[in-house]
């Protein structure tokens, strides 16, 4: 039953049928106006002032002509042969993997994006992860050291939430661009995707860590990791949220981000490197990747239909003999 009532997977493979349709209209009318001037009407005298009383079968006797009816449109809807449709669709795709490693120092709370670096990093990352449905992404924070948040998976959903969650001082402060590198590198290194992308996003310069960012870019390369790095922060000063004797105070600070660095990473590994200056050019530059690292899908679409015709006619054929049954039984000796 629920085939019939799911109309939004029902086609007809005969439609041209319904035209049948517009014979309806003429039958009924001609049925109740058209046969009253076949008939000649007589008026007697002798009847005038009494009431005539129609018999009880006489009244009913319409009911015939509407099981025809019936009957007439269940064979046209039998014979446009209604069909219900289910669509099965294999998706066959060669998806990217992916790593976006975000710093997360202190300095990625300055307030020359909005409301800071931090959580305008977290909202473009979002972003981006929806526009990727097809592709394993994973997140790696670093500071001090690195810390893979999330490793490269298809549950966008757990990927998200990781997200979500990342905020300043997780992990003890300081720039170390070498190991957030190395990390990512390392999540994506038995990686089976067609192609395998790191996207570092930094404000600062490289001031410690263990392994150097050179060191980090040469295992990128025997790894074939593919590096878009970004530089986040605008040009000049930028406020940010200082601690103080005093407490926290917000002070104007040199902005002071490794251009040469992040370009000779990006360049070396078949990548390219840009400068984020506020929400809007940082949004816009996970739209140039997303539009570089497009992912190949191809879809199978598999229709199978199921006759729906049979209850119809079955229906026309009852109406048809109900009909026949009453014409040569019940209403027989009517006149």
Known sequence: MSAYLDWKHISFAHPWFFLLLLVVPFII????????????VFRLTTLW???????????????????????????????????SSNTTENIDNEGIDIVMAIDVSGSMLAEDFHP???????????????????????????????FTMCPITIDHNVLKEQISAVKTGMIIDGTS?????????????????????????TDGVNNTGLIDPLLALEIAKAYKVKVYSIGVGTRGQAVIPVQTPMGIQ?????VEIDEPLLRKIAAETGGLYFRATDNKSLTGVYNEI????????????????????????????????LEMVLRYTVFKSIT
């Open 29 to 40: 009318w001609w049925q109740s106006n058209g046969k009253k001037t076949e008939n000649p």
């Open 49 to 83: 002032g009494r009431k005539i009383h129609t018999s009880g079968r006489a009244r009913f006797r319409p009911v015939m002509f509407v099981l025809r009816m019936v009957a007439m449109v269940m064979l046209v809807i039998a014979l446009a042969r209604p069909q």
């Open 116 to 146: 800071n670096r931090t959580e305008a990093a977290k909202v473009t990352a979002l972003k981006f992860v929806d526009q990727r449905p097809t592709d394993r992404i994973g997140l790696v924070i670093f500071a001090g050291e690195s």
């Open 177 to 201: 661009i070498g190991m957030g590198l190395a990390t990512a590198v390392d999540r994506l290194r038995n990686a089976k995707g067609k192609s395998k992308v790191v996207i570092l996003m």
């Open 250 to 254: 917000k002070q104007m600070m040199p």
């Open 290 to 321: 997303d539009k570089l690292e497009k992912t190949s899908v191809e879809i199978s679409s598999y229709k199978r239909y199921a006759e729906l015709f049979f209850p119809f006619a079955i229906i026309a054929i009852i109406c048809l003999g």
